[in-house]
């Protein structure tokens, strides 16, 4: 019953269908917000699944929140039921076409990236998913004559598609995450996957020209692919996007090759993000967004909150939020967006990862990790012996007093966690709002 939950059960409703609605939390706030749902057709039930009233759907519509191995699944009666994610479920309501934005990290800044430069071209777009609205509440505002719909896709959703087929498909890079919630790395690579699962000779695809394992699993699919890519220089004949020799990024579709801005014209830090820009260009060409409006969305736009979000500087030392760093791929892209040296806040609740693929990126970068939550007996036996490291133990007041203390002027001090936050808040953004009011205490 969280925001998807609620979503797709008013969605159901409308379309004339009865509705069993349940979650095992029954917080005072969660009665609150599940109040305007019950009505005729609608059974509403906090604090438990009954299994009996699951047996007796005809389609179970999943929360992400919810793994494929909880026991309410496999209860008899309940296993032989058909499985959908909300994804699922709002796409057969959608009339607009989507583009779907897949990958490890840099799925939300591309979203929204690609919704903006939709909206300069004075189109009518949705931005949803995991971006804030659940896609069913797009799909509820059928009045609004979306002309395209912009979906931000995790794995969760993906991995319980039947029908989905995105107009535009983006898959930015591929990394080991959500091992907590997928049986292994293998399950979390099917599921990403299926992102091409309906793709026909329309499809048209935005690829990481750059990550192999992007390209294996697009490999030889059908559609049009066009390719990003900021390391290295297109070979002949490739349409896409990628960074010239001049730090300028530049497109080439149908052979003709057009410079769209400076890599220091963009307002956000960091190389991932200079390929979040590219993909973000083609998407937008893809839709038929014309040059000056790409550029326009390119040069506007700003970062988004809980991603290497510049805070503060006091006393020469920079403060960076970047809490939505949940996993250790999206921290090493952090660190490596770092010009200075950094004191890295590093913990939290541990996704299945090990946090010695961290070590390449602190050799030579950083001044300290202080190491905390659920993690940091794990990350001090995995990088104790890499980097100056402090554990502590306190609350996080604790933890950002120990990063003031160990900072020197010209450093940054950098929330790039590689974790879930669950162990400490609810999620990641109330993470980086405490996080955020702790350095304006700390530095005042």
Partial sequence: MGRSGRA?????????????????VATPELRAE?????????????????VEKLGRCDVLVTSPGIPPGAAVFHAPGVRSRPLISELELAFGFLEAPIIAITGTNGKTTTSAWIGSMLERAGLRVGVGGNIGRALSELALESDRG????????SSFQLAQIERFNPAIGVFLNLYPDHLDWHVDVE??????????DNAGPDSRWVLNGEDRGVLD???EKPGTARYFRVASRPPAGEQGAFLDSDNVLAARYDGEQVRLVARSELKLLGAHNVANALASAIAAAFADVPVPAVREGLLGFEPLPHRLQPVAEK???????????????????????????????LGGRPKGESFAALAPDLKGRVRAVVAYGEAAAQIESELGDEVTLVREDGPFEDVVR??????????SALLAPACASFDMFRN????????????GQEIS
């Fill in 402 to 411: 120990r990063a003031r203390a160990l900072t020197q002027p010209g450093d």
């Fill in 8 to 24: 797709a059960t008013r969605l159901l409703v409308q379309a004339g269908a009865s509705v069993y609605a349940s979650d095992v």
């Fill in 34 to 50: 599940v109040e305007g749902l019950r009505g005729p057709g609608v059974d509403v039930e906090l604090g438990r699944h009954d």
């Fill in 217 to 219: 699993l697009a490999a």
């Fill in 187 to 196: 399950d979390y690579y099917a599921a990403k996957a299926r992102l091409f």
């Fill in 315 to 345: 006393g020469g030392v920079l403060w960076v939020n970047d809490s939505k760093a949940t996993n250790v791929a999206s921290t090493r892209v952090a660190l490596q967006a770092m010009d200075r040296p950094v004191v890295l806040l």
């Fill in 428 to 439: 990641y953004e109330e993470r980086g709002e405490r996080f955020i009011t702790l350095v």
């Fill in 146 to 153: 979306y002309e395209w719909v912009v979906a931000e896709v």
